[in-house]
């Protein structure tokens, strides 16, 4: 039985709330009496899982003392999701699809940080490659804030292959490189969409960026070359939404 140790108040709180894997034991050091602590505990009972009170944590070995908040939990691993079983399961059908794709990603700070944003931005999955990338791990937990519990997370073999499937579902594909004329603002974000992020250092790969349908860049003032790749994905995802918010205020005003 595979196990890992999530850690800290919102990766074991949002993993709770979620139910969507199996936790088996939570531990609580005894000196943290907090009202979150206290929370957690009483929504652990009433879903019959076990709450130990304990000295020294058991911990991921990468879990410092000043990032576990004096909780932890003994969890199954995190289970990503098939992407042919959720365009089965919700066909566009006139519906608006929203897909975040990450290509070469690697680093869990910045893996965590663009899923916390995804989650409030209205992205309803976030592709990952199965090599060349960051994994969803208890440290990508954490830097979420417990919001890897709430997305849909796909890993998928070949990139390329990826795209190509979502365009005949009827999807764009918008690929984010500093190089683009067309700034993300002159663009059209609304309807079905796939925006694709490039890694921290090389940004998308050459093979993915020509099959995207069309490039966007980010205009920025100053000497830096880029903008690390979660503050661009956060960017990104926000104007999107802002374009479909917009689109959709105007529709129900016809």
Same mark, same amino acid.
């Not at 969890?75 to 975040?100: C, K, M, Q």
């Not at 250092?201 to 050459?206: A, L, N, S």
């Not at 960017?235 to 105007?250: P, V």
């Given at each position: 039985?595979?196990?890992?140790?999530?850690?800290?108040?919102?990766? @074991?709180?949002?993993?709770?709330?979620?139910?969507? !894997?199996?936790?088996?034991?939570?531990?609580?050091?005894?000196?943290?009496?907090?009202? !979150?602590?206290?929370e @957690?505990?009483?929504?652990?009972?009433?879903?019959?899982?076990?709450?130990?009170?304990?000295?020294?944590?058991?911990?991921?070995?990468?879990?410092?003392?000043?990032?576990?908040?004096? /909780?932890?939990?003994? @969890?199954?691993?995190?289970?990503t999701?098939?992407?042919?079983?959720? /365009?089965?399961?919700? *066909?566009?059908?006139?519906? #608006?699809?929203?897909?975040?794709?990450?290509?070469?990603?690697?680093? *869990? #700070?910045?893996?965590?940080?663009?899923?916390?944003?995804?989650?409030g931005?209205?992205v309803?999955?976030?592709?990952? *490659?199965?090599?060349?990338?960051?994994? *969803?791990?208890?440290?990508?937990?954490?830097?979420?804030?417990?919001?890897?519990?709430?997305?849909?997370?796909? !890993?998928?073999?070949?990139?390329?292959?990826?795209?190509?499937?979502?365009?005949?579902?009827?999807?764009?594909? @918008?690929?984010?490189?500093?190089?683009?004329?067309?700034?993300?603002?002159?663009?059209?974000?609304?309807?079905?969409?796939?925006?694709?992020?490039?890694g921290?250092?090389?940004?998308i #790969?050459?093979l993915?960026?020509?099959?995207?349908?069309?490039?966007?860049?980010?205009?920025?003032?100053?000497?830096?070359?880029?903008?690390?790749?979660?503050?661009?994905?956060?960017?990104?995802?926000?104007?999107?939404?802002?374009?479909?918010k917009?689109?959709?205020?105007?529709?129900?005003? !016809?």
């Amino acid at each position: 039985m595979k196990t890992e140790i999530l850690y800290g108040i919102n990766s @074991v709180f949002e993993a709770l709330k979620a139910g969507k !894997r199996r936790i088996y034991e939570i531990y609580i050091e005894e000196s943290k009496t907090s009202k !979150r602590i206290l929370e @957690v505990i009483k929504f652990a009972k009433s879903k019959k899982i076990p709450v130990k009170k304990i000295k020294t944590l058991p911990l991921n070995p990468i879990a410092r003392i000043s990032q576990h908040q004096g /909780i932890s939990a003994k @969890v199954e691993p995190y289970l990503t999701f098939d992407l042919t079983d959720i /365009i089965a399961s919700e *066909p566009l059908n006139g519906n #608006r699809h929203f897909f975040l794709l990450l290509d070469n990603v690697i680093d *869990p #700070r910045n893996l965590g940080a663009i899923i916390r944003t995804a989650l409030g931005a209205g992205v309803d999955s976030i592709i990952i *490659p199965k090599d060349r990338s960051a994994l *969803p791990t208890p440290a990508v937990s954490k830097t979420s804030a417990g919001a890897i519990e709430h997305v849909r997370l796909i !890993r998928v073999t070949n990139m390329v292959d990826t795209i190509r499937f979502l365009k005949q579902q009827g999807l764009w594909i @918008v690929g984010l490189d500093k190089g683009a004329d067309k700034t993300i603002y002159a663009s059209d974000l609304t309807g079905s969409i796939a925006i694709v992020i490039g890694g921290e250092e090389k940004g998308i #790969r050459p093979l993915v960026k020509k099959n995207c349908d069309f490039l966007v860049s980010i205009p920025q003032k100053g000497l830096l070359d880029s903008l690390n790749a979660s503050v661009a994905a956060a960017i990104a995802m926000y104007e999107a939404y802002r374009q479909n918010k917009i689109s959709q205020t105007n529709k129900s005003q !016809r």
